[in-house]
């Protein structure tokens, strides 16, 4: 389905079906009491419906879940093309984790009843949506049957109406972390009410990893480096730099890729092989950047890793990322490689990847950012995204090089 598509229906239909139901939750509220957290939780459901890079700022949320309710499984509700990370980072246990296949409209009411009745089946303690303003999973959540909904709110804010049955609410803070918001939801679960919209919440930080890892032994990560070397003879004499200059569905967060191919001209010619990384989609680019640079030492890696566990891998291999705001810039997170990563559309401030091994590259335009919670990721700047093609590409090539010629130092 497409993504105009899901945003027309979640906003005009969405709203319908949150006011009836909270209409429907009101009426049969006056006859029960408060929902409340029970002592010894048995099934708790968080859903997590956003694009892969949010499954690992989620990451240190259930750490946090798993050390305040031990004896309870943690289920989890995604997207079917991005449940092969949560499989990777070993979130929860396999039988544990559940789909929407959103490739249709049939495919996903289908997979959302089968879901809800399985869930209602299960008995589900509470459930956590994780989506911002998001009607389908405000109305997911209701339909687990879960007593407990914690959820974010948009409280007063107009035009983000989705209900009023999250009973254990947080508002949205657009000048926190996510991460760390993730974690206020974690705390809203055991809130007698939903909280800290009237009182003040435990004071958390943000974290300083995200509290996930992907094992590999030294044989299988030898073994791949092996591999890159055999397929690309260039990178057995020059340490491999990967560059993602994809935007991916939001290609307003890509860095033009004339300032990509002026920095990989200078990095090539400074002794280092390339890597062009991206799905089978971003070969187009990649040829074009290659034709761009000139150089033997850029090569096309779109399409080489079959697997998210492969890409991490090839990172392992790589001295380097630099990349455009996405899904790489957080799995590199579970990775030794250092990253540089661009935003404007959006901004580190929010959804910087975590870890003490990235850089954050911002123009600081004063209509930057621009896709928010609150317009539903549509910008106004119809493609024309300034907030980037003002990030020069001779000031990023001077910190990369230095970053690089550093750490050779150290291994040295």
Not at 219 to 248: M, N, Q, W
Not at 333 to 359: A, D, H, S
Not at 373 to 387: E, K, S, V
Request: some cysteine.
């Amino acid at each position: 389905m497409k993504l105009h598509t899901q945003r027309f229906i979640d906003r005009w239909v969405g709203q319908l079906l949150c006011g009836a139901v909270s209409g429907w939750e009101k009426f049969s509220g006056l006859w029960s009491a408060p929902a409340r957290m029970g002592k010894a939780p048995k099934h708790i459901l968080v859903i997590l419906l956003s694009e892969m890079g949010s499954i690992v700022l989620a990451g240190p949320m259930f750490a946090a879940l798993r050390r305040q309710y031990p004896g309870a499984a943690i289920h989890i509700l995604q997207l079917k093309k991005n449940q092969e990370v949560s499989k990777l980072l070993s979130l929860t246990e396999p039988q544990y984790m559940h789909t929407l296949d959103d490739s249709s409209g049939g495919a996903l009411i289908g997979d959302i009843l089968k879901v809800s009745l399985a869930m209602r089946k299960l008995g589900l303690d509470a459930v956590i949506d994780c989506e911002l303003f998001s009607r389908v999973s405000a109305l997911l959540s209701f339909s687990t049957g879960a007593p407990v909904r914690a959820g974010f709110t948009p409280h007063t804010q107009e035009g983000l109406y989705r209900g009023s049955f999250i009973n254990h609410s947080i508002p949205y803070n657009p000048y926190q972390h996510i991460s760390k918001q993730f974690l206020s939801l974690v705390d809203a679960l055991e809130s007698p009410e939903g909280m800290p919209r009237n009182r003040a919440g435990p004071i958390r930080e943000i974290p300083a990893e995200p509290d996930l890892s992907v094992a590999f032994t030294p044989e299988e990560l030898a073994a791949y480096r092996s591999k890159v070397e055999t397929d690309h003879p260039v990178t057995k004499a020059h340490p491999l730099v990967l560059v993602y200059a994809g935007g991916g569905i939001l290609p307003e967060r890509a860095w033009p890729a004339s300032h990509y191919a002026r920095v990989v001209q200078g990095l090539c010619a400074a002794g280092y092989a390339v890597g062009l990384i991206g799905l089978k989609d971003d070969a187009v680019l990649a040829r074009d950047l290659q034709s761009q640079v000139g150089h033997a030492a850029c090569i096309d890696l779109t399409g080489y890793t079959k697997s998210i566990r492969e890409l991490l891998m090839l990172m392992h291999a790589s001295a380097l990322l630099i990349t455009n705001d996405g899904g790489p810039s957080h799995f590199a997170t579970v990775t030794p490689i250092q990253t540089m990563v661009f935003f404007g559309p959006e901004t580190g401030k929010l959804y910087g990847p975590l870890g003490q091994r990235t850089i954050i590259l911002e123009s600081g335009i004063a209509c930057s950012p621009c896709l928010t919670a609150y317009n539903h990721r549509l910008t106004f700047c119809d493609g024309d995204n300034q907030c980037l093609k003002r990030i020069a590409p001779d000031p990023v090539l001077d910190q990369a090089l230095a970053f690089l010629r550093s750490s050779a130092g150290a291994a040295a």
